[in-house]
């Protein structure tokens, strides 16, 4: 089945540390990749998308994500991260002409001051 | 700008009453509408979506409805809610998309935690 997967649901690092989200997806064909943030009590927003160019995007907040096709990857990834950056992070895939989003289960982040 | 709105934020409702969830979307026109369910560890679960007035496509078998009676305007509903109801309802929108050159980014809508006792 296709699908949208996110490793290690739990991550728990220290201001400073670096961050990096796996993303992977089963989808053949084109796609439009996107991360999204939860931040606690907050809507769920946009931090980072792909659809075509660069594979290297950059996002909000200083994030970044690469897209390697090769390896149905999308993984985000931040140098270093802040006790505000503890949230819930959510990859998400849209095959190419296709209404819907699928959705990873999400990582959870946890920066300790 | 475009805002989306969500109501009632919290709701808690027993087994075998009925639903009503509402989401209306300002500042545009003609938008894709989606209903989400979110769980812990579990991610965003798509229960259905509309391409337009009347429109409804739904994406998992449950004891749920949508209906779209305006263009903005998107109600999720239950005749009977069960226990495994209980959750958190996320309303998105987007952009009507035009095939291979749109990017279908959603934008979501505060929610409403529903706890079904």
């Known amino acids: 089945a296709q699908s949208v997967s996110q490793h290690n649901h739990h991550v728990i690092l220290s201001e400073a540390a670096s961050l990096e989200l796996g993303c992977n997806y089963s989808?053949?064909?084109?796609?439009?990749l996107f991360w999204y943030v939860q931040y606690p009590g907050q809507h769920l927003q946009l931090l980072l998308k792909y659809f075509s160019g660069d594979p290297l995007v950059k996002g909000i907040k200083g994030f970044e994500a690469e897209f390697i096709k090769s390896k149905f990857s999308f993984n985000l990834r931040k140098p270093s991260v802040q006790w505000s950056d503890t949230a819930e992070y959510f990859c998400a895939v849209n095959p190419r002409g296709n209404n819907r989003l699928a959705f990873g289960k999400g990582n959870q982040v946890v920066v300790i001051p | 700008s475009q805002t989306i709105h969500q109501w009632p934020a919290t709701l808690v409702q027993p087994v075998g009453s009925p639903l009503s969830l509402e989401c209306t979307v300002e500042?545009?026109?003609?938008?894709?509408l989606y209903w989400y369910r979110q769980a812990a560890g579990r991610g965003l679960q798509l229960l259905f979506y509309s391409v337009g007035i009347g429109q409804i496509s739904s994406e998992v078998p449950q004891n749920l409805s949508a209906s779209r009676p305006q263009d903005r305007q998107f109600i999720l509903s239950s005749k009977k809610l069960l226990l495994s109801d209980s959750g958190f309802y996320l309303c998105?929108?987007?952009?009507?998309?035009?095939?291979?050159?749109?990017?279908?980014?959603?934008?979501f809508g505060p929610g409403t935690r529903l706890t079904v006792t």
């Open positions: 500042g545009t026109s003609n938008p894709n």
């Open positions: 998105a929108w987007s952009v009507p998309g035009n095939g291979a050159h749109f990017s279908y980014e959603q934008y």
């Open positions: 989808y053949g064909g084109t796609v439009n």
